[in-house]
């Protein structure tokens, strides 16, 4: 995402950030990844022009183990 300012002269990259909807954690996106809006609880984004996708899945738990054997299964 670019923004200028009027008048300035000046452009800047803003960073790509996905933000949880429940506002838990964020995550920087490098490249050019776009969210793809889905009916599951899952984020889904692609890199246009390429077939390539990554999922981003959140599961709460107190034990890490369990946790990625949860959001994998």
Partial sequence: VVFSM????V???EP???QDPQGRFTLPLIGNWTQVETDK???LFEVPGL???MYV???ESDDLDAGIDAALT
Avoid: I, R, S
């Fill in 11 to 13: 452009e800047k990259e």
């Fill in 16 to 18: 790509n950030v996905y």
């Fill in 41 to 43: 609880a899952d984020a």
């Fill in 51 to 53: 077939d390539l996708n």
């Fill in 57 to 59: 899945v959140t599961v």
């Fill in 6 to 9: 009027p008048g300035a002269g």
